[in-house]
């Protein structure tokens, strides 16, 4: 339905270089990336309100690379609703309905559906967040986009109000069928609403595929920290192992060509004895630091100058209170050492959250 | 900036008969000096920036996404800036309008060079003050205030609302 193809947006100081995304009819995609990525600059050149240097942009197999906004039939709702507030909400939910040439949707169906119905005569500044964001989707809605971006349309919201619409987004994506293409910070989000994921970084697509691919099988050292594979280090393949300085860890189909690991903190187990587990990579280092996160705690330990990050969920070191330097076991198993052909920056690298 | 004599001095350099300008206006048959045509301008140009500014201000405080919008739900450029822009910036507009004429009122200094006769109301209370004392000047000056109290009521009634812009 979208498809954007060697696209290239330059801007003073920043720029989008050759995007390349394919997002199928009646699919759910998610846009994923640390703020300053170019998310949102990529959504307004779909939209046509930035101009683009080079690429296509096709629309339902029509290429809108040069056509005005109001001729590409995609709706937008962005994360500050943009309601008309010299309008009440029944003339926002019409106001493009006079340019529309093709069959509309039944609004009375829409608003009833999305809750307006009592809202109609009210001004938009009297409305909550979430009211707002309904108000939005519906006069998206009401032109029968053959798309919609959704540009962290949860974002702004209480916790409250995001579960609700984050519930009624999905319903309407199911009921209707419209293709979304979404941006946002939140995995949980992206998760449950989209099917399929693209990572961006400094106005690139790092890495596209579905969301379990993407989370499980990072293919840079970027989209390996932004999905949080913090254990993140440049490494040589030796045999059946990789080494990192002196350590040596076994790991699962090493081949040629990887230059970097990465292991998720949840995969490394950490306690205050050496554990009997054969199969699995052995590792003794000292505490470094430990932050309580509430439920768990966020663990720091230091292997020969290597730093493991681990996650404790009070079980495996017990409820007793551990000091900095006091000596911890980590084990690793193989299959969760995760290979990346790019090499990364000095000893580890994080990215994005 | 500049001083207002100046301003003054400057149009009537510039529509004299020894500026290429000034000769376009004599073919035309505008004249400048003493008239009310030389008063319209002068306080054009010393009330322009006040109207300038204010219309700036007013359509840059409206959010582009709100045209950007607009424009994804079908409307023109023409058709979104009659629809979402107008509307929310002509109260900056007529602010502007209202802080223009406030300036024009109080202007004396470019007025005076450029025509003195048709008096206008700040030339009259300057004449009247010089020849006949403050006791003269005094009604024309109580005049003007009530001019002036009227724009400001008019600006207040006028300004746009907090609420009206997000």
């Known amino acids: 339905m979208i498809r954007v193809e060697d696209l290239t947006v330059a801007l003073p100081g920043f720029a989008l270089t050759d995007i390349q995304l394919h997002v199928a009819p009646g699919e759910a995609f998610a846009l994923l990336g640390p703020t300053g990525a170019g998310k949102t600059l990529l959504l307004e050149a779909i939209m046509g309100v930035v101009p683009v240097q080079r690429g296509r942009i096709l629309v339902a197999g029509r290429d809108v690379t040069g056509l005005p906004p109001e001729r590409r039939r995609i709706g937008i709702v962005y994360q500050d609703h943009a309601l008309f507030p010299h309008l009440n909400v029944a003339e926002n939910i019409v106001y493009g309905q006079r340019y529309c040439a093709g069959p509309l949707p039944d609004l009375d169906a829409l608003i009833q559906r999305l809750g307006l119905e009592r809202l109609l005569a009210r001004r938009i500044h009297s409305l909550s967040g979430g009211e707002k964001q309904r108000v939005a989707l519906a006069r998206s809605l009401a032109v029968a986009p053959s798309v919609l971006l959704l540009d962290e349309p949860l974002t702004a919201l209480d916790p409250n109000f995001r579960e609700d619409l984050r519930d009624l987004i999905k319903t309407l994506h199911q009921d209707t069928g419209i293709t979304l293409l979404m941006v946002t910070h939140d995995f949980a989000e992206a998760h449950f609403l989209a099917q399929r994921t693209a990572i961006m970084h400094s106005g690139r697509i790092e890495q596209t595929g579905s969301l379990e691919a993407v989370f499980a099988h990072p293919e840079t050292p970027f989209v390996a920290g932004f999905v949080g594979m913090k254990n993140l280090f440049s490494a040589e393949i030796d045999g059946d192992a990789v080494k990192i300085g002196n350590l040596r860890l076994r790991c699962r189909n090493p081949g040629g060509g990887f230059r970097s690991i990465a292991v998720r903190p949840e995969n490394v187990g950490v306690s205050r004895q050496p554990k009997d587990a054969p199969g699995v990579n052995h590792l003794t280092g000292r505490l470094r630091r430990v932050l309580n996160r509430g439920f768990y705690a966020d663990i720091l330990v230091d292997v020969d100058g290597v730093s493991w990050h681990a996650i404790d969920s009070r079980r495996d070191l017990g409820r007793s209170a551990v000091t900095h330097g006091e000596t911890v076991y980590l084990t690793i198993a193989p299959e969760d050492i995760h290979l990346i052909r790019d090499g990364c920056d000095g000893g580890t690298q994080k990215a994005g959250r | ?166």
């Open chain 2, 1 to 166: 900036m500049i001083p207002h004599p100046v301003v003054g001095i400057a149009l009537l350099s510039l529509a004299g008969r020894h500026h290429w300008f000034g000769r376009i206006l004599e073919a035309l048959n505008i004249q400048i000096m003493g008239t009310v045509t030389g008063i319209v301008s002068v306080l054009t140009f010393v009330g322009l920036p006040f109207y300038i500014n204010a219309v700036k201000t007013g359509f840059e405080s409206i959010p582009p996404r709100l045209e950007t919008v607009s424009r994804s739900l079908g409307a023109s450029f023409s058709a979104t800036f009659m629809r979402v822009t107008f509307p929310l910036a002509w109260r900056s507009m007529l602010v502007g309008l209202i802080m223009c004429m406030a300036r024009a009122v109080s202007e004396f200094g470019a007025v005076v060079i450029v025509a003195y006769h048709p008096m206008v109301a700040s030339v009259m209370i300057y004449e009247r003050f010089t020849a006949y004392g403050l006791k003269y000047s005094q009604p024309v000056a109580v005049g003007l205030i009530l001019v002036c109290l009227v724009f400001f009521l008019l600006l207040r009634w006028v300004s746009p609302r907090k609420a009206s812009i997000p």
